[in-house]
């Protein structure tokens, strides 16, 4: 599988924006799929996770009531709506894939498999 994250840029602190991650492979349909972001200095954080068939979904404290992940298998995507965006939201946003080899759903780094590149997202106070 290979994601390819998308959708970053520089908006204003309280405003919104939708990060995608295109997948390959027919099988995406049975990954689970992440959602992480790292500011300058800090380490990779958790942000959002959708198991494979949508059903469960699971959000960072900084980010839940603000952020909402959500998936079209159909088209082999996963989207991240973020809004009132703040600017400590600030960071590289990665998107990863795990086939369920956990049998759950996966919140941690070393949980997925396959990680795309980053898309940067700027916040201006």
């Known amino acids: 599988v290979q994601l390819q994250a998308s959708g970053g840029g520089l908006v204003q602190a309280g405003g919104s924006l939708r990060l995608s991650c295109a997948a390959s492979?027919?099988?995406?349909?049975?990954?689970?799929v992440g959602w992480f972001r790292q500011a300058p200095g800090k380490e990779r954080e958790f942000v959002a996770t959708?198991?494979?068939?949508?059903?469960?979904?699971y959000y960072a404290a900084s980010v839940k009531g603000r952020f909402t992940i959500s998936r079209d298998n159909a088209k082999i995507m996963v989207y991240l709506q973020m809004n009132s965006l703040k600017p400590e939201d600030a960071a590289v946003y990665y998107c990863?894939?795990?086939?369920?080899?956990?049998?759950?759903?996966?919140?941690?780094?070393?949980?997925?498999?396959?990680w795309g590149q980053g898309t940067l997202v700027t916040v201006s106070s």
């Open positions: 492979g027919r099988t995406f349909s049975n990954y689970h």
């Open positions: 990863a894939a795990d086939p369920d080899r956990y049998h759950s759903v996966p919140s941690r780094e070393y949980e997925y498999m396959y």
């Open positions: 959708i198991s494979w068939n949508g059903g469960s979904t």
